[in-house]
């Protein structure tokens, strides 16, 4: 595979073109033939490959370029190698042809061919009545299953309500457990702190022990004198004095063993014996606590009942009480009114002379002996409504029969008392007036200073959206880029509309927001981030994936921006309309947006890979 790298070289260029020569010209490889460019650009590490039809392969995969006439493609028609491979597949179907052999085996072959396939196609009519019975059997098995799960769902929730039963009962019996064992503690405390054990059932537990201990040390030592006694036989027949001698003083040293053994497991059982006769007396006697615990609880619960009983009660006369409390207050209200009226309508009410013989001393006593009897009875509030309305009837009557018979001589006093009265609701009103005016000013001012407040901010960023939307959508077959701005619905007062945004990408016609792309949306939404930002600056971004609906062209552009404005050149030289640089925290999949950075920090998923 021959290849041939291109070196170009410009002895005279204007160094601040070095940027766009190395970007023309770049590392390319130059191939023969498309082949060749394919294998190197699409396996392993990709490469920038042009072959010398003027096919030019990228590293993203794109392909463009190439001829597709002319004496120069004509002349390549007919290639060496073509033709060598063309020669050697004639070869192969030659003795492909002297193997297959002359037409009578061929229709021989043919024959049994056809047989073959005859048995097939049964199998296969066979294998289609299997499949048939087997997808029956699979639709019954399904059915069944399904019913299954039904039943097993009916039953569920019963299952659950068992083990919630179950799971109440035993934490009623752990609990009515551990309140017999402390009943039992208490009784058994004295015989505990005589015997030395925290409780009776570590009294059990070392006697069953010690019991246990005892056979064991009775059994092994049963054991010992009987290989001891058949050792003695055996040493007997061998006439071996000296070990009779020793095995007689082991014997009776083990038989004082046994005895002291048989004398402690005595006082063992005496003991174990009381402590039984103990046991089942303090068993007797927690049983009668048991008993009478049981008495005290029927009681708490009667006396549960009860409480209930006298709180709903309680509660009942508690209602009646704030009922009578609330009519009480009605009456007084209704008392006040009805004296405040005969004070304004020069009305004398009959007073007590010694408000001291009363029961209460405080505030005015009225006599209401000169009324009938009938009249201080109790009586329901439709009777005294009746009775209020007799007596306006006639209050009514007198009026207008003292009316008709003389001149008001109270109206002059009640125009006074009018007078002072109106006098009063004016400075009242006046008042008011004054503290609402004062209020109406304080907002107003909020008011437009929010209004001047946004209109500052909004005059700003429609100012420089369009500039920044510019930088990022144009390039060399569009330099002057699209084209954005903000509008208000209503500009006397914005805070009841909203803001329409309209964005134009390049060779782009007017269009809603909502008919743009994902990465035309990107790009505009990248642009009223930043023109906001340009209003009152933030330390630093943090963006998030913001490359991921762009493609590799707008990445870059995107890319660039943000390096424009957070590198140290660009922190040095700020743009000449006044906008401003700032640092950014990018998190990014794409190597054409985090090459461009100042730093890196990579994220591994597992630390052992790195």
């Given at each position: 595979m021959?290849?041939?790298?291109?070196?170009?070289?410009?002895?005279?260029?204007?160094?601040?073109?070095?940027?766009a020569?190395?970007?023309?010209?770049?590392n390319?490889?130059?191939?023969?033939?498309?082949?060749?460019?394919?294998?190197?650009s699409?396996?392993?590490?990709?490469?920038?490959?042009?072959?010398?039809?003027?096919?030019?392969l990228?590293?993203?995969?794109?392909?463009?370029?190439?001829?597709?006439?002319?004496m120069?493609?004509?002349?390549n028609?007919?290639?060496?190698?073509?033709?060598?491979?063309?020669?050697?597949k004639?070869?192969q179907?030659?003795?492909?042809?002297?193997?297959?052999?002359?037409?009578?085996?061929?229709?021989?072959k043919?024959?049994?061919?056809?047989?073959?396939?005859?048995?097939?196609?049964?199998?296969?009519?066979?294998?289609?009545?299997?499949?048939k019975?087997?997808?029956?059997?699979?639709?019954?098995?399904?059915?069944?299953?399904?019913?299954?799960?039904?039943?097993?769902?009916?039953?569920?929730?019963?299952?659950?309500?068992?083990?919630?039963?179950?799971?109440?009962?035993?934490?009623?019996?752990?609990?009515?457990?551990?309140?017999?064992?402390?009943?039992?503690?208490?009784?058994?405390?004295?015989?505990?702190?005589?015997?030395?054990?925290?409780?009776?059932?570590?009294?059990?537990?070392?006697?069953?022990?010690?019991?246990?201990?005892?056979?064991?040390?009775?059994?092994?030592?049963?054991?010992?004198?009987?290989?001891?006694?058949?050792?003695?036989?055996?040493?007997?027949?061998?006439?071996?004095?000296?070990?009779?001698?020793?095995?007689?003083?082991?014997?009776?040293?083990?038989?004082?063993?046994l005895?002291?053994?048989?004398?402690?497991?005595?006082?063992?059982?005496?003991a174990?014996?009381?402590?039984?006769?103990?046991?089942?007396?303090?068993?007797?006697e927690?049983?009668?606590?048991?008993?009478?615990?049981?008495?005290?609880?029927?009681?708490?619960?009667?006396?549960?009942?009860?409480?209930?009983?006298?709180?709903?009660?309680?509660?009942?006369?508690?209602?009646?009480?704030?009922?009578?409390?609330?009519?009480?207050?009605?009456?007084?209200?209704?008392?006040?009114?009805?004296?405040?009226?005969?004070?304004?309508?020069?009305?004398e009410?009959?007073?007590?002379?010694?408000?001291?013989?009363?029961?209460?001393?405080?505030?005015?006593?009225?006599?209401?002996?000169?009324?009938?009897?009938?009249?201080?009875?109790?009586?329901?509030?439709?009777?005294?409504?009746?009775?209020?309305?007799e007596?306006?009837?006639?209050?009514?009557?007198?009026v207008?029969?003292?009316?008709?018979?003389?001149?008001n001589?109270?109206?002059?006093?009640?125009?006074?008392?009018?007078?002072?009265?109106?006098?009063?609701v004016?400075?009242?009103?006046?008042a008011?007036r004054?503290?609402?005016?004062?209020?109406?000013?304080?907002?107003?001012?909020?008011?437009?200073r929010?209004?001047?407040?946004?209109?500052?901010?909004?005059?700003?960023?429609?100012?420089?959206?369009?500039?920044?939307?510019?930088?990022?959508?144009?390039?060399?077959?569009?330099?002057?880029?699209?084209?954005?701005?903000?509008?208000?619905?209503?500009?006397?007062?914005?805070?009841?509309?909203?803001?329409?945004?309209?964005?134009?990408?390049?060779?782009?016609?007017?269009?809603?927001?909502?008919?743009?792309?994902?990465?035309?949306?990107?790009?505009?939404?990248?642009?009223?981030?930043?023109?906001?930002?340009?209003?009152?600056?933030?330390?630093?971004?943090?963006?998030?994936?913001?490359?991921?609906?762009?493609?590799?062209?707008?990445?870059?552009?995107?890319?660039?921006?943000?390096?424009?404005?957070?590198?140290?050149?660009?922190?040095?030289?700020?743009?000449?309309?006044?906008?401003?640089?700032?640092?950014?925290?990018?998190?990014?999949?794409?190597?054409?947006?985090?090459?461009?950075?100042?730093?890196?920090v990579?994220?591994?998923?597992d630390?052992?890979?790195?």
């Amino acid at each position: 595979m021959p290849i041939h790298f291109v070196y170009l070289t410009f002895h005279k260029f204007d160094p601040a073109l070095e940027k766009a020569v190395l970007f023309a010209a770049g590392n390319t490889l130059v191939c023969d033939d498309l082949e060749e460019a394919k294998v190197l650009s699409w396996t392993g590490e990709r490469f920038k490959v042009v072959t010398v039809d003027g096919i030019l392969l990228t590293k993203s995969g794109t392909m463009t370029g190439g001829t597709s006439g002319g004496m120069e493609a004509r002349s390549n028609k007919w290639d060496d190698k073509k033709v060598e491979g063309l020669k050697r597949k004639k070869e192969q179907f030659e003795s492909e042809l002297e193997e297959l052999g002359s037409i009578r085996e061929m229709h021989l072959k043919e024959s049994e061919t056809s047989g073959r396939i005859s048995g097939l196609e049964k199998k296969i009519q066979y294998a289609d009545i299997e499949k048939k019975s087997i997808e029956d059997k699979l639709k019954n098995l399904k059915q069944e299953k399904k019913n299954i799960k039904d039943s097993i769902g009916h039953i569920t929730p019963e299952v659950q309500k068992l083990k919630d039963v179950i799971d109440k009962r035993s934490k009623d019996i752990r609990k009515l457990e551990k309140r017999i064992n402390e009943i039992v503690d208490r009784l058994f405390k004295n015989f505990s702190q005589s015997v030395g054990v925290a409780n009776i059932r570590e009294y059990e537990e070392n006697q069953l022990k010690a019991a246990e201990n005892m056979a064991e040390e009775r059994l092994s030592l049963s054991n010992q004198l009987a290989k001891l006694k058949y050792q003695l036989e055996y040493e007997h027949k061998r006439d071996v004095e000296s070990r009779i001698k020793k095995l007689e003083s082991s014997l009776i040293s083990l038989e004082n063993d046994l005895k002291l053994v048989h004398k402690k497991e005595a006082e063992v059982k005496l003991a174990t014996e009381k402590a039984s006769e103990e046991i089942n007396r303090w068993k007797e006697e927690v049983k009668e606590w048991k008993s009478k615990s049981e008495e005290c609880e029927k009681e708490i619960q009667e006396w549960k009942k009860q409480a209930s009983a006298a709180t709903t009660s309680i509660s009942k006369l508690n209602r009646q009480i704030n009922s009578k409390e609330t009519q009480i207050n009605q009456l007084d209200e209704r008392k006040r009114e009805i004296i405040e009226k005969c004070d304004l309508e020069r009305i004398e009410l009959p007073l007590i002379s010694d408000p001291m013989e009363t029961e209460s001393s405080i505030g005015k006593e009225f006599d209401f002996s000169q009324l009938n009897r009938s009249l201080l009875k109790d009586r329901r509030p439709s009777d005294r409504e009746k009775l209020e309305a007799e007596f306006k009837q006639k209050i009514d009557a007198l009026v207008s029969e003292i009316e008709r018979t003389a001149p008001n001589l109270k109206a002059l006093d009640q125009y006074k008392t009018l007078q002072e009265k109106e006098r009063d609701v004016t400075e009242e009103f006046e008042a008011a007036r004054k503290e609402e005016k004062q209020v109406a000013d304080a907002y107003n001012s909020v008011k437009q200073r929010r209004y001047e407040l946004f209109m500052e901010a909004f005059n700003h960023i429609s100012s420089n959206i369009d500039r920044i939307y510019k930088q990022l959508t144009k390039s060399g077959t569009h330099p002057l880029g699209g084209t954005a701005y903000l509008n208000l619905e209503n500009e006397d007062d914005p805070f009841l509309h909203g803001i329409k945004y309209t964005a134009m990408p390049p060779t782009k016609r007017f269009r809603d927001m909502e008919q743009l792309s994902g990465g035309e949306k990107t790009v505009a939404a990248l642009a009223l981030l930043f023109s906001i930002h340009s209003y009152k600056p933030s330390p630093f971004f943090i963006l998030d994936e913001v490359d991921a609906a762009l493609d590799n062209l707008n990445v870059a552009k995107v890319a660039g921006f943000i390096r424009s404005k957070s590198c140290d050149g660009a922190r040095a030289s700020q743009d000449s309309e006044g906008g401003s640089g700032f640092q950014s925290i990018v998190i990014s999949l794409k190597d054409s947006f985090y090459d461009k950075a100042e730093a890196l920090v990579g994220v591994y998923r597992d630390s052992e890979r790195r």
